[in-house]
């Protein structure tokens, strides 16, 4: 480091360590140093746009950086990364006046738009009108509402508001990724993240499905009085007692079809769970990866027929379970979505009998030992050719599956008898 130079904490991880948390990612910002400069210190940079340094602990070092907006969307940016930018220039980029905090190396704090008291405040401001210039912005607001439990102050609500036409150009993928950071965070609400993109009447632009919920009543009397579709999906989502973002996704979407009964079903939703192809739409909107379509699908088919396990024959239950079991991560899954499908209705009702029932059916399905099923049909068919003076049968492909088929009825129908 030298005279003209100087390193600043930023970002992140400044407004984590000021809510007591622990920064997951530490970023700086290198004022006052040239491009070659930077490379003698750091190394070569990464980035097309502008260069990003590592310093020895892997972290982050970027140049302080002007920004000009120059075309639309998440990227239409001329970037400026001069020895001549401070950092005061550097923090006005930034979108919230919580992210626009700096720390020297002496512990000084460097706060031009007064994010240390919205902090204290637990309000989200935009540092400014350029706020405005990066739609993708709009989904980092929600995220945060969502995982910070804060609210937005009235004119970083207007102003995300406006930039409705812009949110197009924004590629599926960095909206996933928002909604994907805000499933990864246990103990919050995630449904904000969708509440918020409600309020600020950006909801359809990327989530027409869920859209569709919000005049579409949850369904009849007793079993739905929380009033919409889209407020019992969110219910739902809440209830998901875990950060795994695919069991969310999967409370995000079991209810769908509900937003394309038609009018003159209502409030009954006949068949509602048969709807995947609009779990595939959202799918590919968002990019997300196959396995969020395949329990997202799987949550749709089969919640409904989860709720009614204990009532269903042997033969359903031992097919069911072969559907939700494969892999069985996705059995796990189903049973949280389910319990959570419970709670998340007015009024509410915890039922944890549901799931031990489907993973008592699932492990009496499981006990049967295919090897152990063709020994025992081979010892038998022994035995009666010994009797009977014949050649014994050959054991076929056919028989092999019908035979395994009965003893699982035999393991579940056991089952069925002790509850």
């Known amino acids: 480091m030298t ?78 990364f001069g020895p001549d930018v401070m950092i005061e220039q550097d923090l006005a980029r930034r979108d919230f006046t919580i992210n626009a905090i700096a720390v020297d190396s002496e512990g000084k ?46 004119e970083t609500a207007a102003l995300a508001s406006s930039l409705g036409q812009e949110l197009g150009s924004l590629s599926g993928e960095r909206v996933a990724a928002e909604m994907i950071k805000t499933f990864f965070k246990y103990g919050i609400r995630p449904s904000v993240f969708f509440r918020t993109l409600l309020d600020l009447g950006v909801l359809h632009i990327h989530f027409p499905e869920l859209q569709r919920l919000v005049d579409v009543p949850a369904g009849p009397d007793p079993y739905h009085q929380e009033g919409s579709a889209f407020e ?28 394309v ?20 739409a959202l799918c590919d909107r968002l990019k ?31 097919k069911f379970v072969h559907e939700i079991s494969r892999p069985t991560t996705d059995m796990y899954r189903l049973i949280e979505v389910v319990e959570a499908d419970g709670r998340g209705r007015k009024p509410g009702r915890e039922d944890k009998t549901t799931g031990e029932y489907i993973l008592k059916v699932y492990e009496a399905v499981k006990s049967v030992r295919p090897v152990e099923v063709i020994q025992d049909a081979e010892k038998s068919r022994a035995e009666r050719a010994v009797r009977t003076g014949t050649k014994p049968e050959k054991l076929l492909g056919r028989h092999i599956g019908e035979l395994i088929y009965r003893a699982e009825i035999a393991a579940v129908s056991r089952i069925m008898e002790a509850t």
């Open 3 to 80: 005279n003209e130079t100087k390193l600043y904490r930023v970002g992140g991880a400044v407004r984590d360590m000021l809510l007591g948390r622990i920064p997951k990612d530490v970023d700086y910002v290198l004022v006052g140093a040239t491009y070659e400069q930077a490379q003698v210190m750091y190394g070569e940079p990464v980035g097309a746009t502008f260069p990003v340094f590592f310093d020895a602990d892997g972290n982050e070092v970027a140049l302080a950086r002007k920004e000009t907006k120059t075309g639309t969307g998440h990227t239409g940016f001329v970037c400026d």
């Open 109 to 154: 704090y460097i706060d031009p738009f007064g994010g240390i008291n919205d902090l204290k405040a637990k309000v989200l401001r935009a540092v400014g009108p350029a706020f405005a210039e990066d739609p993708l912005r709009v989904y980092r607001l929600a995220r945060f509402a969502a995982t910070l439990e804060f609210s937005m102050v009235y």
């Open 232 to 259: 019992h999906t969110m219910l739902v989502l809440d209830e998901i007692q875990c950060s795994d973002p695919v069991s969310r996704f999967g409370a995000l979407v079991h209810d769908l079809g509900k937003g």
């Open 261 to 280: 009964t038609p009018k003159s079903e209502l409030p009954k939703h006949y068949g509602h769970d048969s709807r995947v192809e609009l779990v595939d």
């Open 288 to 318: 997300l990866p196959a396995e969020y379509l395949c329990f997202g699908r799987l949550a749709m088919r089969q919640h409904m027929k989860a709720h009614e396990v204990k009532t269903m024959s042997v033969k359903k239950l031992v």
